[in-house]
């Protein structure tokens, strides 16, 4: 079983950066899909990028590209998501889940919040 952990929400202006980190713990990481993810009051929950086990491959939602970043670092159990640029239309809840091998989600965060004022 794992545990995920986010952390580093917070208020920012728009056109400002934050980094949020997704702390794991319980079982071992380095085999683990890690996803971040989005809700925003009153809309579904998105999809904003991904990372393999390795780190060697990232996906991203089109309206991130260029100015959102995922790593891991998988010493420390944590993958990240560099945030630049932001705008206020993504002020949101912002989670992370873990899925294993097989694809299958087995653990999410209780999210951080993200708040970007016009």
């Known amino acids: 079983q794992v545990r995920l952990v986010e952390s580093g929400g917070g208020l920012v202006q728009a056109g400002g950066s934050l980094r949020l980190s997704c702390a794991a713990s319980?079982?071992?990481?380095?085999?683990?899909?890690m996803g971040w993810f989005r809700q925003a009051p009153g809309k579904e929950r998105e999809f904003v990028a991904g990372?393999?086990?390795?780190?060697?491959?990232?996906s991203y939602t089109d309206s991130v590209k260029g100015r959102f970043t995922v790593s891991r670092d998988n010493a420390k159990a944590t993958v990240y998501l560099q945030m630049n640029s932001l705008k206020p239309e993504e002020t949101a809840v912002y989670s992370c889940?873990?899925?294993?091998?097989?694809?299958?989600?087995?653990?999410w965060g209780q999210g951080t919040q993200v708040t970007v004022s016009s």
């Open positions: 889940n873990a899925r294993n091998s097989l694809g299958i989600v087995i653990a």
């Open positions: 319980g079982r071992s990481f380095t085999g683990l899909t």
């Open positions: 990372i393999n086990w390795s780190g060697g491959s990232t």
